[in-house]
């Protein structure tokens, strides 16, 4: 239960967002990723060192402390922006899949993993998807309800619980297949043809 805090620890910085606050800082732990530490846990929170937390909006107010303890229900996501090394010997076959997560107020896109099914039904994959954390890599999230700009991220750890939809993805471009740029307005009353 409290192997996360032994000496031989090493830091992770983590930058925890919930539904009114973005909440930086370090978290001591044997594990190297960050979904890892999020789902490994036995406990129902966080203990964050070296800790800043931001409230949302022009008028927030910043608090810094020595330490937080952070409620892992409370998070809609974690943002981790340091690249972890693979470790071969701990790698499941997995396929990546496009994807967007609708966690609200905040939107995430990015690379779910999901095991491959025998038939390739990704609704089946899906199903496998159980984690309390669900990493997406290669994320990107926002916020138009917040003003928050699109932000990306090697890897962001959503909370299954908060999201409300899942869904594979695929961006689209809205002007593909019209043939070329806009046609031009009809001249005006003034203008001369060239």
């Known amino acids: ?55 949302f909006g022009q008028h927030g107010a910043t608090t810094r402390a020595a330490y937080a303890q952070v409620n892992l229900d409370s998070v809609l996501f974690a943002v981790a922006n340091s690249e972890v090394p693979s470790l071969p ?41 159980t984690a309390r954390f669900v990493p997406v890599t290669d994320a990107t999230f926002w916020s138009d309800h917040l003003g928050e700009a699109r932000q990306q991220a090697l890897m962001v750890a959503v909370n299954h619980r908060r999201a409300q939809i899942l869904a594979p993805h695929k961006e689209v471009d809205p002007w593909a297949g019209l043939g070329g740029s806009a046609p031009a307005p009809p001249p005006g009353p003034g203008d001369v043809p060239g």
């Not at 973005?22 to 979904?35: A, D, E, P």
């Open 1 to 55: 239960m409290y192997s996360m805090f032994s000496e031989e620890s090493g830091r992770v910085e983590l930058v925890l967002y919930t539904d009114a606050l973005i909440t930086r800082g370090t978290v001591r732990t044997s594990q190297h990723r960050v979904s890892d530490i999020l789902n490994m846990t036995d406990d129902l929170f966080l203990i964050l060192e070296d800790v800043t937390i931001d409230e």
């Open 89 to 129: 010997e701990l790698r499941t076959p997995k396929q990546a899949e496009e994807a967007i997560i609708s966690v609200p107020p905040f939107r995430v896109t990015g690379a779910i993993h999901l095991l491959p099914s025998e038939d390739g039904n990704l609704r089946h994959s899906l199903t496998e998807l």
